[in-house]
Protein backbone atom coordinates (compact mmCIF):
# COMPACT_ATOMS: atom_id res chain seq x y z
CA UNK A 1 0.00 0.00 0.00
CA UNK A 2 1.63 3.26 -0.99
CA UNK A 3 0.01 6.94 -1.98
CA UNK A 4 0.47 10.47 -1.46
CA UNK A 5 -1.07 12.68 0.24
CA UNK A 6 -1.05 16.94 0.19
CA UNK A 7 -1.29 18.60 3.55
CA UNK A 8 -3.05 21.85 4.61
CA UNK A 9 0.38 23.50 4.50
CA UNK A 10 0.89 22.77 0.80
CA UNK A 11 3.58 19.97 1.76
CA UNK A 12 3.30 15.82 0.09
CA UNK A 13 3.37 13.17 2.51
CA UNK A 14 4.20 9.82 0.77
CA UNK A 15 4.01 6.94 2.51
CA UNK A 16 3.84 3.30 2.40
CA UNK A 17 4.04 -0.12 4.57
CA UNK A 18 6.69 -2.34 4.84
CA UNK A 19 6.50 -6.39 4.77
CA UNK A 20 5.90 -6.55 8.11
CA UNK A 21 2.93 -3.74 7.91
CA UNK A 22 4.69 -0.80 9.51
CA UNK A 23 4.10 2.31 7.60
CA UNK A 24 6.96 4.56 6.01
CA UNK A 25 6.68 8.59 5.57
CA UNK A 26 8.90 11.59 4.42
CA UNK A 27 7.59 15.10 4.04
CA UNK A 28 8.17 16.45 0.88
CA UNK A 29 7.64 20.30 -0.56
CA UNK A 30 7.28 19.31 -4.47
CA UNK A 31 4.77 16.27 -5.19
CA UNK A 32 7.90 15.04 -7.88
CA UNK A 33 10.15 14.26 -5.19
CA UNK A 34 7.72 12.34 -3.29
CA UNK A 35 7.02 10.29 -5.85
CA UNK A 36 10.36 9.66 -6.55
CA UNK A 37 11.15 8.99 -2.91
CA UNK A 38 8.08 6.39 -3.01
CA UNK A 39 9.05 4.83 -6.07
CA UNK A 40 12.39 4.30 -4.79
CA UNK A 41 11.32 2.75 -1.88
CA UNK A 42 8.46 0.48 -3.58
CA UNK A 43 10.85 -0.52 -5.74
CA UNK A 44 13.31 -1.52 -3.12
CA UNK A 45 10.41 -3.47 -1.66
CA UNK A 46 10.09 -5.57 -4.54
CA UNK A 47 13.78 -6.12 -4.84
CA UNK A 48 13.86 -7.54 -1.77
CA UNK A 49 16.74 -4.71 -0.70
CA UNK A 50 15.16 -2.81 1.10
CA UNK A 51 16.39 -0.82 4.53
CA UNK A 52 14.59 0.22 7.67
CA UNK A 53 16.17 3.74 7.11
CA UNK A 54 15.79 3.63 10.95
CA UNK A 55 18.44 1.15 10.99
CA UNK A 56 20.38 2.55 8.75
CA UNK A 57 20.89 5.53 11.05
CA UNK A 58 22.62 3.44 13.33
CA UNK A 59 26.03 4.71 13.92
CA UNK A 60 28.91 2.22 13.07
CA UNK A 61 29.89 2.32 17.01
CA UNK A 62 26.72 1.10 18.01
CA UNK A 63 26.53 -1.72 15.23
CA UNK A 64 29.58 -3.04 16.14
CA UNK A 65 29.23 -3.31 20.22
CA UNK A 66 26.25 -5.67 19.27
CA UNK A 67 28.45 -7.09 16.59
CA UNK A 68 31.67 -7.81 17.74
CA UNK A 69 30.47 -9.67 21.22
CA UNK A 70 28.36 -12.64 18.45
CA UNK A 71 31.47 -13.36 16.33
CA UNK A 72 32.94 -17.09 17.05
CA UNK A 73 36.56 -15.64 17.55
CA UNK A 74 39.72 -17.51 19.08
CA UNK A 75 41.37 -15.44 21.76
CA UNK A 76 44.21 -14.08 19.86
CA UNK A 77 41.47 -13.14 16.73
CA UNK A 78 39.46 -11.37 19.26
CA UNK A 79 41.65 -9.81 20.62
CA UNK A 80 43.51 -8.42 17.76
CA UNK A 81 39.96 -7.15 16.55
CA UNK A 82 39.51 -5.19 19.71
CA UNK A 83 42.97 -3.42 18.93
CA UNK A 84 42.14 -2.38 15.56
CA UNK A 85 38.54 -1.32 16.51
CA UNK A 86 39.87 1.04 19.57
CA UNK A 87 42.87 2.38 17.84
CA UNK A 88 41.72 2.34 14.03
CA UNK A 89 38.19 2.02 12.64
CA UNK A 90 36.43 3.34 15.82
CA UNK A 91 38.73 7.15 15.73
CA UNK A 92 37.77 7.02 11.95
CA UNK A 93 34.19 5.93 11.58
CA UNK A 94 32.80 5.28 15.60
CA UNK A 95 30.13 8.17 15.07
CA UNK A 96 29.03 8.30 11.64
CA UNK A 97 26.00 6.47 10.71
CA UNK A 98 26.24 3.40 8.68
CA UNK A 99 24.45 4.93 5.87
CA UNK A 100 26.78 8.01 5.61
CA UNK A 101 30.28 5.86 5.27
CA UNK A 102 30.43 6.40 1.73
CA UNK A 103 33.24 4.49 -0.47
CA UNK A 104 35.76 7.30 -0.61
CA UNK A 105 35.90 7.64 2.61
CA UNK A 106 36.67 4.04 3.48
CA UNK A 107 39.60 4.57 0.70
CA UNK A 108 41.04 8.04 1.90
CA UNK A 109 41.10 5.98 5.33
CA UNK A 110 42.73 2.75 3.54
CA UNK A 111 45.92 5.09 2.26
CA UNK A 112 46.16 6.62 5.48
CA UNK A 113 46.37 3.17 7.12
CA UNK A 114 49.34 2.26 3.98
CA UNK A 115 51.56 5.23 4.70
CA UNK A 116 51.90 4.38 8.65
CA UNK A 117 51.06 0.69 8.75
CA UNK A 118 52.76 -2.70 7.19
CA UNK A 119 51.11 -3.72 4.19
CA UNK A 120 49.95 -6.95 5.96
CA UNK A 121 48.41 -4.97 9.31
CA UNK A 122 46.70 -2.72 6.78
CA UNK A 123 45.14 -5.62 4.64
CA UNK A 124 43.83 -7.17 7.76
CA UNK A 125 42.11 -3.99 9.07
CA UNK A 126 40.71 -3.51 6.24
CA UNK A 127 39.21 -7.05 6.19
CA UNK A 128 37.98 -6.13 9.09
CA UNK A 129 36.31 -2.97 8.41
CA UNK A 130 34.41 -4.88 5.13
CA UNK A 131 33.29 -7.43 6.85
CA UNK A 132 32.09 -5.58 9.53
CA UNK A 133 29.59 -3.62 6.44
CA UNK A 134 29.10 -6.47 4.53
CA UNK A 135 27.34 -8.30 7.90
CA UNK A 136 25.96 -4.76 8.33
CA UNK A 137 24.32 -5.61 4.91
CA UNK A 138 23.16 -9.01 6.21
CA UNK A 139 21.85 -7.63 9.13
CA UNK A 140 19.61 -5.57 6.77
CA UNK A 141 20.86 -2.24 8.59
CA UNK A 142 22.28 -1.10 5.22
CA UNK A 143 21.31 -1.30 1.33
CA UNK A 144 24.99 -2.19 -0.04
CA UNK A 145 28.99 -2.20 1.47
CA UNK A 146 30.75 0.64 0.86
CA UNK A 147 33.88 -1.44 1.12
CA UNK A 148 33.43 -3.25 -2.34
CA UNK A 149 36.89 -3.58 -3.89
CA UNK A 150 38.33 -1.56 -0.95
CA UNK A 151 40.83 -4.37 0.57
CA UNK A 152 44.28 -4.71 -0.87
CA UNK A 153 45.73 -7.42 -2.25
CA UNK A 154 47.85 -9.82 -0.41
CA UNK A 155 51.08 -7.94 0.10
CA UNK A 156 54.13 -10.05 -1.77
CA UNK A 157 56.05 -12.96 0.36
CA UNK A 158 59.71 -12.73 0.77
CA UNK A 159 60.40 -16.67 -0.62
CA UNK A 160 61.65 -18.36 2.61
CA UNK A 161 64.96 -19.54 3.06
CA UNK A 162 65.17 -22.50 5.55
CA UNK A 163 67.82 -22.54 8.06
CA UNK A 164 70.27 -25.23 7.15
CA UNK A 165 71.16 -28.74 8.73
CA UNK A 166 74.21 -27.17 10.21
CA UNK A 167 72.24 -23.83 11.88
CA UNK A 168 69.69 -26.04 13.15
CA UNK A 169 72.66 -27.98 14.77
CA UNK A 170 74.12 -24.61 15.94
CA UNK A 171 70.85 -24.17 17.73
CA UNK A 172 70.37 -27.37 19.63
CA UNK A 173 73.72 -27.21 20.70
CA UNK A 174 73.16 -23.84 22.28
CA UNK A 175 70.22 -24.50 24.05
CA UNK A 176 69.76 -24.83 27.57
CA UNK A 177 69.12 -28.64 29.01
CA UNK A 178 65.46 -27.47 29.98
CA UNK A 179 64.63 -25.87 26.05
CA UNK A 180 66.56 -28.79 24.01
CA UNK A 181 64.38 -31.13 22.92
CA UNK A 182 61.89 -27.70 22.72
CA UNK A 183 64.06 -27.16 19.55
CA UNK A 184 64.62 -30.75 18.12
CA UNK A 185 60.69 -30.78 18.41
CA UNK A 186 60.45 -27.55 16.28
CA UNK A 187 62.49 -28.67 13.53
CA UNK A 188 61.61 -32.11 13.37
CA UNK A 189 57.57 -32.23 13.68
CA UNK A 190 57.13 -28.07 12.24
CA UNK A 191 55.17 -27.06 15.62
CA UNK A 192 54.05 -23.87 16.23
CA UNK A 193 55.49 -22.05 19.72
CA UNK A 194 52.32 -22.35 20.94
CA UNK A 195 51.74 -25.92 19.68
CA UNK A 196 54.95 -26.84 21.61
CA UNK A 197 54.10 -25.16 24.38
CA UNK A 198 50.69 -26.66 24.63
CA UNK A 199 51.79 -30.39 24.50
CA UNK A 200 50.92 -32.49 26.90
CA UNK A 201 52.77 -35.76 27.49
CA UNK A 202 50.04 -38.12 26.75
CA UNK A 203 49.92 -36.71 23.54
CA UNK A 204 53.30 -37.90 22.82
CA UNK A 205 52.72 -41.61 21.84
CA UNK A 206 56.34 -43.04 22.24
CA UNK A 207 55.52 -46.45 20.99
CA UNK A 208 53.56 -45.85 17.89
CA UNK A 209 56.10 -42.65 16.76
CA UNK A 210 53.10 -40.26 16.71
CA UNK A 211 52.67 -37.04 18.42
CA UNK A 212 49.03 -35.43 18.64
CA UNK A 213 48.83 -31.80 18.06
CA UNK A 214 44.94 -30.70 19.21
CA UNK A 215 45.59 -27.81 21.86
CA UNK A 216 48.13 -24.53 22.18
CA UNK A 217 49.03 -22.34 24.42
CA UNK A 218 47.58 -19.01 24.24
CA UNK A 219 48.23 -16.00 26.45
CA UNK A 220 45.10 -13.26 27.26
CA UNK A 221 46.66 -10.11 28.80
CA UNK A 222 45.49 -10.40 32.46
CA UNK A 223 44.60 -13.94 32.28
CA UNK A 224 46.70 -17.43 33.03
CA UNK A 225 48.05 -18.90 30.16
CA UNK A 226 45.12 -21.45 28.80
CA UNK A 227 44.95 -24.60 26.23
CA UNK A 228 43.10 -23.31 23.67
CA UNK A 229 42.50 -25.41 19.83
CA UNK A 230 45.21 -25.01 17.43
CA UNK A 231 44.69 -21.89 14.70
CA UNK A 232 42.13 -23.95 12.20
CA UNK A 233 40.53 -26.83 11.99
CA UNK A 234 43.79 -28.43 9.87
CA UNK A 235 45.59 -27.66 12.84
CA UNK A 236 44.73 -30.72 14.61
CA UNK A 237 46.50 -33.24 13.30
CA UNK A 238 48.48 -36.54 14.10
CA UNK A 239 52.31 -36.03 13.16
CA UNK A 240 54.94 -38.43 12.75
CA UNK A 241 57.69 -38.72 15.27
CA UNK A 242 61.17 -39.12 14.39
CA UNK A 243 63.44 -41.56 16.36
CA UNK A 244 65.88 -38.63 16.67
CA UNK A 245 62.79 -36.03 17.81
CA UNK A 246 61.61 -39.10 20.30
CA UNK A 247 65.17 -39.76 21.56
CA UNK A 248 65.06 -35.61 22.33
CA UNK A 249 61.67 -35.64 23.99
CA UNK A 250 62.41 -39.10 26.51
CA UNK A 251 65.87 -37.19 26.93
CA UNK A 252 64.08 -34.58 28.40
CA UNK A 253 61.49 -36.46 30.17
CA UNK A 254 63.92 -37.88 32.14
CA UNK A 255 65.44 -34.91 32.99
CA UNK A 256 62.14 -32.97 33.95
CA UNK A 257 59.86 -35.79 34.67
CA UNK A 258 56.21 -35.39 34.35
CA UNK A 259 52.56 -37.03 34.90
CA UNK A 260 50.53 -37.64 31.85
CA UNK A 261 48.48 -34.76 32.41
CA UNK A 262 51.55 -32.24 32.97
CA UNK A 263 53.15 -29.92 29.85
CA UNK A 264 56.10 -31.40 28.12
CA UNK A 265 57.76 -27.68 28.55
CA UNK A 266 57.63 -26.41 31.76
CA UNK A 267 59.08 -22.96 33.41
CA UNK A 268 61.51 -23.69 36.50
CA UNK A 269 58.41 -22.90 38.90
CA UNK A 270 56.48 -25.78 37.43
CA UNK A 271 54.03 -23.65 35.22
CA UNK A 272 53.20 -23.22 31.92
CA UNK A 273 56.15 -21.10 29.43
CA UNK A 274 54.68 -17.57 28.26
CA UNK A 275 55.67 -17.70 24.51
CA UNK A 276 56.80 -13.62 25.00
CA UNK A 277 59.11 -14.91 27.97
CA UNK A 278 60.41 -18.01 25.46
CA UNK A 279 61.00 -15.74 23.06
CA UNK A 280 62.86 -12.87 24.60
CA UNK A 281 64.43 -14.82 27.66
CA UNK A 282 65.76 -18.08 25.89
CA UNK A 283 64.93 -17.91 22.46
CA UNK A 284 66.94 -14.52 21.85
CA UNK A 285 70.40 -15.32 23.75
CA UNK A 286 70.22 -19.09 22.60
CA UNK A 287 69.98 -17.50 18.83
CA UNK A 288 73.10 -15.00 19.46
CA UNK A 289 75.13 -18.56 20.94
CA UNK A 290 74.55 -20.13 17.45
CA UNK A 291 75.98 -17.16 15.15
CA UNK A 292 72.82 -16.66 13.84
CA UNK A 293 72.13 -12.62 13.12
CA UNK A 294 68.32 -12.95 12.60
CA UNK A 295 66.04 -16.53 13.38
CA UNK A 296 63.20 -17.11 15.13
CA UNK A 297 61.21 -20.43 16.07
CA UNK A 298 58.54 -20.25 13.67
CA UNK A 299 61.66 -20.61 11.01
CA UNK A 300 61.76 -24.27 12.58
CA UNK A 301 58.98 -25.24 10.61
CA UNK A 302 60.26 -23.69 7.39
CA UNK A 303 63.40 -26.66 8.05
CA UNK A 304 60.68 -29.02 8.50
CA UNK A 305 58.92 -28.19 5.20
CA UNK A 306 62.36 -28.20 3.31
CA UNK A 307 63.17 -31.30 4.48
CA UNK A 308 60.38 -32.94 3.83
CA UNK A 309 59.90 -31.38 0.39
CA UNK A 310 63.77 -32.39 -0.37
CA UNK A 311 63.22 -35.72 0.48
CA UNK A 312 60.12 -36.09 -2.16
CA UNK A 313 57.08 -35.75 -0.08
CA UNK A 314 53.74 -34.50 -1.78
CA UNK A 315 52.24 -30.81 -1.06
CA UNK A 316 49.63 -32.68 0.88
CA UNK A 317 51.93 -34.32 3.50
CA UNK A 318 53.71 -31.23 3.90
CA UNK A 319 50.55 -29.10 4.70
CA UNK A 320 49.36 -31.88 6.95
CA UNK A 321 52.65 -32.57 8.80
CA UNK A 322 52.52 -28.31 9.36
CA UNK A 323 48.93 -28.28 9.82
CA UNK A 324 47.87 -25.66 7.19
CA UNK A 325 44.15 -25.06 6.62
CA UNK A 326 44.67 -26.33 2.72
CA UNK A 327 47.57 -27.22 0.55
CA UNK A 328 47.10 -23.34 -1.27
CA UNK A 329 48.78 -22.07 1.61
CA UNK A 330 51.40 -25.06 1.87
CA UNK A 331 52.09 -23.95 -2.46
CA UNK A 332 51.98 -20.20 -1.33
CA UNK A 333 54.97 -20.41 1.23
CA UNK A 334 57.01 -23.29 -0.19
CA UNK A 335 56.35 -23.67 -3.90
CA UNK A 336 59.67 -22.80 -4.53
CA UNK A 337 61.19 -25.06 -3.21
CA UNK A 338 60.12 -28.39 -4.99
CA UNK A 339 61.84 -28.86 -7.82
CA UNK A 340 61.26 -26.13 -11.03
CA UNK A 341 58.82 -27.17 -13.88
CA UNK A 342 61.26 -26.36 -16.46
CA UNK A 343 63.91 -28.74 -14.66
CA UNK A 344 61.22 -31.64 -14.79
CA UNK A 345 59.90 -30.72 -18.59
CA UNK A 346 63.29 -30.70 -19.65
CA UNK A 347 64.30 -34.65 -17.64
CA UNK A 348 61.19 -35.59 -18.79
CA UNK A 349 62.01 -35.18 -22.60
CA UNK A 350 65.45 -36.76 -21.67
CA UNK A 351 64.57 -39.69 -20.63
CA UNK A 352 61.85 -40.19 -23.28
CA UNK A 353 64.35 -39.78 -26.09
CA UNK A 354 67.20 -41.47 -24.34
CA UNK A 355 68.75 -44.39 -26.23
CA UNK A 356 67.03 -47.80 -25.60
CA UNK A 357 67.44 -51.32 -26.68
CA UNK A 358 64.90 -51.16 -29.32
CA UNK A 359 65.68 -47.77 -31.21
CA UNK A 360 69.02 -46.32 -32.43
CA UNK A 361 70.28 -42.59 -32.57
CA UNK A 362 71.37 -41.21 -35.95
CA UNK A 363 72.37 -37.72 -36.90
CA UNK A 364 70.08 -36.66 -33.57
CA UNK A 365 66.90 -38.70 -35.25
CA UNK A 366 65.60 -41.53 -33.64
CA UNK A 367 64.76 -44.65 -35.44
CA UNK A 368 62.36 -47.37 -35.08
CA UNK A 369 63.66 -50.82 -36.14
Known amino acids: ?29 RKVDAQRWLDEQTAALVRGDWVDPKRGRSTFRAYVETWLPAQPLRDSSRRAYDS ?74 EKVVPLTVEQVAALVDAAPDRYRALVVLGAGC ?55 VASALAEHLAGFPAGPDDLVFRSRTGGPIWSNTFNNSVWQPLR ?9 FHDLRHFTASALIRFGESVKTVAHVLGHADETETLRTYSHLWPDADTRTRAAVDAAFAPSADSVRTEGVVHRR
Open 1 to 29: MASIARRPDGTYRPRYRDDNGKEHARHFK
Open 288 to 296: KRAGLPTAR
Open 190 to 244: GLRLGEALGLKVSRVRFLERELDVVEQLTLIPGAPPKLAPPKTRGSIRTVPLADV
Open 84 to 157: YLRNHLLPAFGDKRLSAVTRTQVLAFRRGLEAKLSPTTSRQMMALLAGIFADAVEDGFLAKSPCRDTVPPRPHR
